[in-house]
């Protein structure tokens, strides 16, 4: 059974800095191609990051291009994200995903191609 879990996530003030984790457990973690998401209050989920089996290839959304990074280690079967110069506009749930259907050098961004999704983090950016 795939599971995953997301940490990290809390409330900071514009300008700072939060790292997000995603652990997976269940599945052999370096074949999945890995992503997260986010969704704030009233609007829809969208992408933020993702990132290839391989770690070699990542992808960013336009909104946090230059402030996140996406990370993963596969001998930890863990994906992070850091959040830096956080902005108000960043709180959201963050989910993380994963796909084992993807080519090892393709990065995911579409929603409809994650098959599994963790239980979501709140992060909170206080102005």
């Known amino acids: 059974q795939v599971q995953l879990v997301e940490s990290g996530g809390g409330l900071v003030q514009a300008g700072g800095s939060l790292r997000l984790s995603c652990a997976a457990s269940?599945?052999?973690?370096?074949?999945?191609?890995m992503g997260w998401f986010r969704q704030a209050p009233g609007k829809e989920r969208e992408f933020v990051a993702a990132?290839?089996?391989?770690?070699?290839?990542?992808y960013y959304s336009d909104s946090v291009k230059g402030r996140f990074t996406i990370s993963r280690d596969n001998a930890e079967n863990t994906v992070y994200l850091q959040m830096n110069s956080l902005k108000p506009e960043d709180t959201a749930v963050y989910y993380c995903?994963?796909?084992?259907?993807?080519?090892?050098?393709?990065?995911?961004?579409?929603?409809?191609?994650?098959?599994?999704w963790g239980q979501g983090t709140q992060v909170a950016v206080s102005s």
């Open positions: 269940g599945r052999t973690f370096s074949t999945s191609a």
């Open positions: 990132i290839s089996k391989s770690g070699g290839n990542t």
């Open positions: 995903a994963a796909d084992w259907a993807a080519r090892s050098t393709v990065v995911v961004t579409r929603e409809y191609e994650y098959s599994y």
